[in-house]
């Protein structure tokens, strides 16, 4: 199992119920699983690969013969740490519990030994029937997790036991499996993000392109984690969080004071805002004429991590690092610089990364081992770096 536990394959079975799964997907991610979609072949009857690439943004294998050179059943299963079908037909029930391996789902169920949830979804009299009854006896006995279907209305006008269960209920029961649970109890978390803007006249202003999402989706992921969480927000939109202390800022110095005063109580630095490196040294109360407008004369702002890192004294302290050349040399003396105990670096060359849904980059740690992370959620970023922090706290 990874360090991180976030690892999931989800098995997609050939049933009608794969379409409930694409939702399924989306809540996984939103909880911080990194996903990789493995539909059986015949389930892209339902939902194609096309689909499921675009919703986990991960190349979707279905057979053991299609990019051989990877040996996908050995090299999925090396780095995932759950799996979770669903929905499983009572063929894929039978085939699993026969120990068959002839699509990529059944492989890397063989060659994985990690826990494994399997969620039924079929007609009342085929979950009811003998071989299927005796085949969930037999996984349950070798140690899978195997939900019972809902009661309700199936396809057409059928009723009884075989509905695809809620996804909640799902998420609740694959949440008490893998152990994601509220660690983050007792615990406050202090987090800047967006973008500051510093005023050169009553319209202009100099600013950047920062978004505020991924700092929206730690706070999110903290809060849901038990954590006593506070945001400071530089003009970005933060009408999705609730129950959360936001503080909104506009210039570098406004965060600054808001930082400066809740730094000392916070267990937890997340220093996630684009924070402008300079500012115009006169402010102007009147629109400057397009005529007059030839150049702007500028200051230096505060460094507003490296002022916290002077004064840090348990603090867990996490920054990013938005680069377009020698990322890994150049975060790494940013990590040293501040006194930081984490970095995430990216790449934001040609505006990637800003305003997307999805990340790539490098988690770089002072201590244990750095995480190279390709097109995850912004969710999965957040409860990595939560994961880690928590671990820096002991």
């Known amino acids: 199992m990874s360090a991180n536990a976030r690892e999931v394959v989800l098995g997609v079975g050939a049933g009608i119920a794969a379409y409930k799964a694409c939702d399924l997907l989306r809540r996984l991610q939103d909880r911080g699983y990194v996903i990789t979609v493995v539909p059986t072949p015949s389930s892209l009857n339902f939902v194609g690969a096309a689909t499921w690439a ?26 995932t740490d759950f799996f979770l079908i669903a929905p499983a037909t009572a063929d894929l029930i039978a085939r699993i519990a026969a120990g068959r391996a002839d699509d990529l789902l059944t492989n890397l169920v063989l060659a994985s030994d990690v826990p494994i949830m399997i969620v039924p979804a079929m007609h009342p009299q085929m979950w009811n029937d003998a071989a299927t009854v005796a085949n969930v006896e037999m996984l349950r006995a070798r140690g899978y997790i195997v939900m019972e279907p809902d009661v309700g209305r199936l396809t057409g006008s059928d009723s009884g036991q075989g509905r695809f269960p809620e996804v909640s209920a799902i998420i609740e029961r694959f949440d008490a499996v893998t152990g994601n649970v509220r660690d983050l109890i007792g615990r406050k978390i202090l987090i800047s993000g967006g973008g500051t803007r510093e005023d050169i006249d009553p319209v202009r202003f100099i600013g950047n392109r920062s978004s505020g999402k ?7 992921a903290a809060l849901q984690r038990g954590a006593e969480v506070h945001l400071v927000a530089a003009n970005m939109d933060t009408s999705t969080l609730q129950d959360l202390n936001v503080t909104h800022v506009e210039s570098a110095a406004q965060m600054r004071e808001a930082l400066a005063g809740t730094f000392e109580s916070c267990d937890v630095l997340i220093m996630c805002a684009a924070v402008a490196d300079a500012k115009p040294v006169r402010t102007v109360v009147e629109k400057i004429k397009k005529s007059l407008f030839t150049s702007i004369e500028l200051e230096a702002n505060p460094d507003l991590l490296a002022e916290l890192g002077k004064r840090k004294i348990s603090q867990v302290m996490i920054g990013f690092a938005a680069e377009t050349s020698n990322l890994i040399e150049s975060a790494r003396a940013k990590l040293v610089a501040k006194g930081l105990d984490i970095i995430y670096v990216n790449d934001v060359s040609n505006g990637a990364i800003f305003g997307k849904d999805t990340t790539s980059g490098m988690i770089l740690k002072r201590t244990g081992a750095d995480i190279a992370l390709k097109e995850v959620s912004k969710d999965a970023l957040a409860n990595l770096l939560l994961d880690d922090a928590l671990r820096q706290l002991g």
């Open 54 to 79: 675009a919703l986990s943004g991960r190349p979707v294998t279905s057979q053991v013969w299609e990019n051989t050179h990877e040996v996908a059943h050995i090299s999925i299963a090396e780095r």
């Open 214 to 220: 991924q700092s929206i989706a730690i706070a999110k």
